[in-house]
């Protein structure tokens, strides 16, 4: 399987991750560094991030993902992608628009998520 490949699937699991709040799967593919931007300028690191599906305060109740795109930089894999989400955010359902952009390293050789960010599409 080619680089390109390994990031796709990558991603695949980790939207299944957080579809189900598998956070076995989260842990393992969030670095422990994580910064992650969310789109209402909260900043979340690893341990935050997989706390608040742990916790049920982020339930995912459906995501379709379109416009993927994925751009190799050596051990660096960005990804950028257009997603309509609904779910309860910290005790608040929502539904809407985003795109996000993420940070894969290849670290001991396993990819890993280091930063990410999610900003709302407003039309």
Known sequence: MDTLQQIETLESRLIEAMKENDIKELDALLDDGL???AYNG???????DIESHRSGNIKIFSIDVTDRIIKLLGD???V???KEIS???????????FRYT??????NDSWKIVAGHATRIIH
């Open 35 to 37: 910064i992650f931007t």
């Open 42 to 48: 909260q900043v979340f690191n690893k341990e935050a």
């Open 76 to 78: 660096v894999a960005i």
């Open 80 to 82: 950028s992608v257009k």
């Open 87 to 97: 779910g309860s955010f910290f005790g608040k359902t929502e539904a809407g628009i």
């Open 102 to 107: 993420r940070v894969w390293a290849l670290k």
